[in-house]
Each structure stands twice: as structure tokens, then as C-alpha cells.
């Protein structure tokens, strides 16, 4: 059976699951993500990452050249996800969960990737860090 990791926002309106394992997680440092203070774990929407919102309470933001949206609760203002705004050759859509909304137990043996997105847009050297010990 895969692992199945959960996470909420604050208010519980919006779920998101992902059955199996994250690879890694980013720490992104481009101006969106800094400011949100996010973790993110990707995979494709509706394959290995599923958003449960029932009272359509998510709502996205575009930002510059759009080709991604921020995804954020209406009602607690949690940022849940990123989405892709088209869909790869196979018809799959990648997307990004933020961690910080699941617990931190289940969460906290996966490696951390910090991504350079402010400058040069490249991964940064692993360091051996997971996001336990980034936690705060």
C-alpha cells in the first residue's frame, strides 16, 4: 500500500493528498515563494497529488507571465497550492502541494532542494537538510 500524505488549510475548507512518496521538497527564494514561506512537493494533478475542495472555496491568483497559478483558501487565506496553466505533451498537469499544510511528522524525512528562482534559476547543492530540520 502507497504512503498516503495529507494536508489542510487552516480552516479545513481545502485537502489535498498524495499517495506515495515526495522525492524532495523546494525552498524556493523568487519573490512569490519567499514571501509565502512555502515548501513545496510536486507531482501531477488528479495522478499522484489529488485537491479535495467540495465548497469551491480555492481560488487562484496569475502572476507575470502566467504560466502558473497560485492557489489560496478564501476563507483562511492559506496558499495550498501552484498549478500549471497548461498541460505537458502527455496531457498531465503539474502541480505543487505546500507541505507546510500537512503535519510535520509525516513530512519531515524528505530532503530539501533550495532552488535559486530569484537569479539563475537552478537548483543549489543539496545539503543534507530534510524539511525537519526547516521547519521553522
Known sequence: MPKL????????????????????A???NCTACRRYGVLWAYDYEGHGISVDDPNGQLVSYRRGSEVLTFDFCK???NLVSWRRTT?????????AVNLRLAEPSD????????F??????????????TVGDVWF
Not at 498541460?87 to 502541480?95: F, I, K, Y
Not at 535559486?116 to 537538510?129: A, Q, T, V, Y
Open 75 to 77: 476563507t483562511c487565506g
Open 5 to 24: 500524505i495529507r494536508g489542510s488549510c487552516l480552516c479545513g475548507q481545502i485537502n489535498w493528498e498524495c499517495r506515495g512518496e515526495f522525492a524532495d
Open 26 to 28: 523546494t525552498i524556493c
Open 87 to 95: 498541460a505537458d505533451a502527455d496531457g498531465r498537469v503539474r502541480m
Open 116 to 129: 535559486e528562482g530569484l537569479h539563475s534559476f537552478k537548483d543549489l547543492p543539496m545539503d543534507g537538510r
Open 107 to 114: 513530512v519531515a524525512g524528505i530532503p530539501i532542494v533550495r
